[in-house]
């Protein structure tokens, strides 16, 4: 079966930087693209951007462009997203979701993680 | 590239069926067959309940359905039963390649 596995929580001093991972599983891995999604807290879900599993293409939603970095690693099938230069609004659960083929749709998600930034 | 536009809450009782709005513009819902909507209960992940407007994945009840007009989408739940008490989402692909997430709307299952 499918699954997305996250790394733990982690809490960040502003400023800092965090690195999240996916570990997938159940399909293969460089078929299908990942994306991220972050939640704050009480709040609704935004779309932080999509790589290409197959051949690395990433698209950043366009207010967090050069803070974040998203990546993979074929040989382990995880993904990974980093985030830089942390401040308190960045404090949310970030999720990992498998884009649905050719669908622009997610249709597997990971369990979250939430990353904590305060000082 | 805004938010798209949905609803707070909405209610009903279990039997009934309720609409969810989801309106954005011709960059996003309306330019493109690329809505889906997901469901989130508390402390869970979302689930993906309907995609490219209207399509149900496998496993997901018949009574969850949608479809598009011009710029608004809509999410329809017919037979509400208290298990549906969530937030749903709707999202859209947009013109920049990118994906818009709406703000959510919490619904109540009277």
């Known amino acids: 079966q499918v699954q997305l596995v996250q790394s733990g929580a982690e809490v960040k001093k502003p400023g800092a930087s965090v690195k999240v991972s996916c570990k997938a599983s159940?399909?293969?891995?460089?078929?299908?693209?990942i994306s991220w999604v972050r939640q704050a807290p009480g709040q609704g879900l935004e779309w932080m951007g999509w790589?290409?599993?197959?051949?690395?293409?990433?698209n950043y939603a366009q207010k967090l462009q050069g803070r974040v970095t998203m990546t993979t690693d074929t040989s382990t099938s995880t993904a990974y997203m980093e985030l830089r230069s942390l401040r308190s609004d960045d404090t949310a659960v970030y999720y990992c979701a498998r884009k649905a083929g050719t669908a622009w749709a997610f249709d597997y998600w990971g369990q979250g993680t939430l990353v904590t930034v305060s000082s | 590239q805004s938010a798209l536009t949905q609803p707070a809450s909405v209610s009903g009782s279990p039997g009934q069926s309720i609409t969810i709005s989801c309106t954005g513009t011709s960059s996003d819902v309306g330019g493109y067959n690329y809505v889906s909507w997901y469901q989130q209960h508390p402390g869970k992940a979302p689930k993906l309940m309907i995609y490219?407007?209207?399509n149900r994945p496998s496993g997901v009840s018949n009574r969850f359905s949608g479809s598009k007009s011009g710029n608004t989408a809509s999410l329809t739940i017919s037979g509400l039963q208290a298990e549906d008490e969530a937030d749903y989402y709707c999202?859209?692909?947009?013109?920049?390649?990118?994906?818009?997430f709406g703000g959510g709307t919490k619904l109540t299952v009277l």
């Open positions: 999202s859209s692909y947009t013109s920049s390649s990118t994906q818009v």
């Open positions: 490219d407007v209207s």
């Open positions: 790589i290409s599993a197959y051949n690395g293409n990433t």
């Open positions: 159940g399909y293969t891995f460089t078929s299908y693209g």
